[in-house]
């Protein structure tokens, strides 16, 4: 079935340490991106991505980094964990046509908890 | 950048009365208008959108209005259910093909029985 898979769904880590949080789309789509999310506050995009070697910052990047070697796969990596990243991330994909008029599916998202 | 305000923050209605949500977004460029749905724990759901060639759309209880001249457009959600109790996301995107959408900060929608 074609969905979005993130893991780990849940991560505790301590201050300092390297993560990386996977996301892969059986969609077929070009286009994904990685969401910061508070439970049920507002969206805040960190990075996305056209396609293979693409990528772009978004809102909240400065810490963070991600990679597209292969069109399904679109890890994000902290390098030093923060309480302050203490957070629900969201990767999302959507088609890449001649416009962006297109619906972004998302994942179930990872977690995490930096003490 | 686009910036995209959204009001109310929170919204409480009784069931089978109306809801409306309204958003204001600042590019003039912007001419794609999707809204999303997160129910509590789940992910987020796209439920309508609306380009800007078209200044109406509606899906059953939902709809949308768009007004390009006052750059604002609102969901509007008629004989509400709890099943419709969720968090409610605009955007606005310029539609290109290298665009990203823009969200609203939410509306977190209580429908009581």
């Known amino acids: 079935e074609a969905d979005i898979y993130q893991t780990p769904r849940y991560l505790v880590i301590g201050t300092g340490k390297k993560i990386t949080l996977e996301c892969s789309q059986t969609?077929?789509?070009?286009?994904m991106y990685w969401y910061q999310q508070d439970p049920g506050m507002e969206l805040h995009l960190i990075h996305y991505?056209?396609?293979?070697?693409?990528?772009e910052k978004g809102d909240l990047s400065s810490e963070s980094t991600v990679s597209r070697i292969r069109t399904e796969h679109f890890p994000l990596t902290l390098e030093s964990a923060r309480p302050s990243h203490t957070s629900q991330y969201l990767c999302?994909?959507?088609?890449?046509?001649?416009?962006?008029?297109?619906?972004?599916?998302f994942g179930p998202g990872t977690r995490l908890t930096v003490l | 950048g686009e910036n995209v305000e959204q009001h109310p923050s929170t919204l409480s209605v009784q069931e089978g009365d109306s809801a409306v949500i309204k958003c204001t977004y600042s590019?003039?460029?912007?001419?794609?208008f999707p809204w999303y749905k997160q129910e509590l724990g789940k992910r987020p759901q796209l439920i309508i959108d609306?380009?800007?060639?078209?200044g109406e759309k509606k899906d059953q209880r939902i709809a949308v209005t768009l007004n390009k001249t006052a750059k604002h457009f609102s969901l509007h959600i008629t004989e509400t259910q709890p099943e419709d109790s969720a968090v409610y996301f605009c955007?606005?995107?310029?539609?290109?093909?290298?665009?990203?959408?823009?969200f609203g900060r939410g509306t977190q929608l209580t429908v009581w029985p």
């Open positions: 609306i380009r800007s060639n078209v």
């Open positions: 991505s056209y396609g293979v070697n693409s990528t």
């Open positions: 999302a994909s959507s088609d890449l046509t001649s416009d962006s008029y297109n619906e972004q599916f």
């Open positions: 955007a606005a995107s310029r539609g290109s093909t290298l665009g990203r959408l823009y």
């Open positions: 590019d003039s460029a912007s001419n794609y």
């Open positions: 969609m077929g789509h070009d286009k």
